[in-house]
């Protein structure tokens, strides 16, 4: 009976180990579901509108779109002046 009793607190330490060490490796996990699920915390970013460039058809952010004639819009300064030929 005695040697059941130490078997049990030997494992109990084992885990309680493995779940420090653990913690320690990962702080950011707490073991909770993120709020949004693919989601990392401290990452809610903005969205942006999407535009697509008039030469190649790829989509990418209206922040980074170079600006041609009659308002439209490329994905590089090299497809606005081979659209402007």
């Not at 950011?28 to 942006?48: C, H, I, Q, T, V």
């Not at 999407?50 to 989509?59: D, K, L, R």
């Amino acid at each position: 009976m005695r040697i059941l009793i130490w078997l049990i607190i030997g494992l109990a330490v084992v885990v309680w180990i493995k779940r420090a060490l653990a913690r320690v490796a990962h702080p950011a996990s707490d073991g909770r579901p993120n709020a949004k699920a693919g989601m990392s915390p401290g990452r809610d970013l903005p969205s942006e509108t999407m535009v697509q460039c008039a030469h190649c058809g790829v989509h990418f952010p209206a922040s980074e779109a170079v600006s041609g004639v009659a308002g439209t819009v490329y994905c590089s300064t090299e497809h606005r002046k081979i659209a402007q030929q």
